[in-house]
């Protein structure tokens, strides 16, 4: 008897299963965080832990925090904004729908903006991994599609903001 086909293996984008939430049922194409590239357009779907939290600061009365997050495939720095920054912890799996790579302040952020939203899936059960750093690379436009982007260089192999722990952590 043939074995079916594992979606997971197959394509790089995957459907996350219906998920119920205030009785109404989401349903989202994921992309792996490997596969974002900077855009003006709102159009990232998918799903990270929360690896680390820097403090909260207030800019023209907005409060702002950014947190590591990451997927099995790499890490990004996640940017959150008013309520967000109390709503959201470290070990926090979210789920972000129609988020956008972008520069923000010279710096490479995956946030919600304002056409999309970020949600609590769970806590403390996802594989990760904290290399690649995607908001640690430069991006340049591609030469054959300026539209799109392509990694022109590694700035640094992990975070500079949230630096990897070198020695036994607590």
């Not at 972008?102 to 059960?125: D, I």
Request: net charge neutral; hydrophobic share 40%.
């Amino acid at each position: 008897m043939p074995q079916p086909e594992n979606p997971f293996l197959k394509a790089s984008t995957y459907k996350l299963p219906k998920i119920s939430a205030n009785s109404d049922e989401i349903e989202a194409l994921l992309q792996p965080l490997r596969d974002i590239v900077p855009a003006a357009e709102n159009n990232v779907n998918t799903k990270f832990i929360l690896l680390d939290k820097g403090r909260t600061t207030v800019e023209q009365q907005h409060r702002t925090c950014l947190v590591l997050a990451a997927d099995e495939t790499a890490a990004v720095h996640f940017q959150l904004w008013g309520d967000e920054c109390d709503a959201f912890q470290p070990g926090d799996i979210v789920l972000l729908r129609n988020g956008i790579f972008s520069y923000l302040r010279n710096n490479l952020v995956l946030r919600a903006g304002k056409k999309g939203s970020v949600k609590k899936l769970g806590e403390f059960t996802m594989n990760f991994v904290e290399t690649p750093n995607l908001s640690e690379m430069k991006w340049a436009p591609d030469p054959s599609n300026p539209k799109k982007y392509v990694v022109q260089a590694v700035i640094s192999s992990h975070s500079r903001i949230f630096p990897p722990c070198t020695d036994f952590c607590s």
